[in-house]
């Protein structure tokens, strides 16, 4: 029992002492692990420096510009913590590292494919010059003025002053208008004017109204009348014209000083805009006894 005791404290001295003599040999290899650790640090800041500067000039959400700094700095940092790895001679932990991060980095995408499928589509939406901050856009049956993109949700507020959130992978899936791209709209009119109405007098007068009352409608040749069928009660049309506008609201407000001239003039000048006409027809015919009716006022006094 003793001998047992007296060999094993001596392979547990043998493996101390050997432990000790490989710290010691590997003591240069230490310290410039760590001297590239050190360095690794203060380069991930440098970095992450230089690259929020860069993207600040392409991107405006604060969200977006401090995520790629902070995903620039750790790569940096993972790079360091591979170099020194290298340099201690540790090229199977290094090995093994490499294919855990690779098997937790799966088992994570997996868990979270939705919200890394918006954080990319985050990144991607905050480098379309086409959709930015401020724009006016229409997408997924919501319309209104994009007020923050971030790594998860794009925002919007309606004309109502209410929010809709919107997931980055959604708008990146779907059809978008915007309409701050152009700086031109065109308003869309529809109206009736009675039957006995003259047509040609009710185009030229609508024309003329509509240059006059905006400035951008140079003249009432720039105007578009059609019109498009006969009614049950009037003889309807459409106008047409452009105005410098680059939101939804703009377009409203001009639709609505357009509708406003427009009933100004024709009331100016006696032209009608009939009220819906509908006309029934009772084929019976009811018949009445003056016998009857005789009858049932007397008895009524």
Request: aromatic share 10%; proline share 2%.
């Amino acid at each position: 029992m003793k001998e047992q005791f007296n060999t094993a404290l001596g392979n547990l001295v043998d493996k101390l002492i050997g432990w000790f003599n490989a710290i010691i040999s590997n003591i240069p290899n230490l310290i410039l692990a760590i001297l590239v650790m050190v360095a690794a640090y203060f380069s991930a800041k440098y970095v992450s420096k230089i690259v929020n500067k860069l993207v600040d000039k392409r991107v405006e959400q604060d969200s977006i510009k401090r995520a790629i700094a902070r995903v620039s700095a750790v790569v940096v940092v993972a790079l360091g913590l591979f170099i020194a790895l290298g340099v201690l001679n540790l090229g199977k932990a290094l090995t093994s590292l490499l294919a855990g991060a690779g098997v937790v980095g799966l088992a994570i995408g997996l868990a979270l494919q939705g919200t890394l499928a918006n954080t990319f589509a985050g990144l991607l939406l905050s480098f379309r010059k086409k959709i930015q901050i401020g724009h006016w856009v229409e997408t997924t049956g919501f319309s209104g003025e994009v007020v923050d993109i971030n790594l998860k949700y794009f925002t919007l507020k309606e004309a109502d002053n209410n929010m809709v959130v919107i997931p980055n992978r959604t708008i990146l899936d779907n059809p978008l208008k915007n309409y701050s791209l152009t700086t031109k709209m065109r308003i869309f009119l529809e109206c009736g004017v009675g039957y006995e109405s003259d047509l040609e007098k009710v185009e030229q007068l609508t024309k003329e109204t509509i240059a006059n009352t905006f400035d951008q409608v140079e003249s009432a040749d720039d105007v578009e009348f059609y019109y498009t069928e006969f009614g049950g009660s009037s003889i309807n049309y459409l106008c047409r014209f452009w105005i410098d506008a680059e939101s939804m609201l703009e377009k409203l407000r001009a639709k609505t000083k357009a509708i406003i001239a427009i009933k100004k003039a024709y009331d100016k000048e006696d032209v009608n805009i009939p009220f819906p006409i509908r006309t029934l027809q009772f084929d019976n015919k009811l018949g009445v006894n003056s016998a009857d009716l005789k009858e049932a006022y007397s008895k009524n006094q």
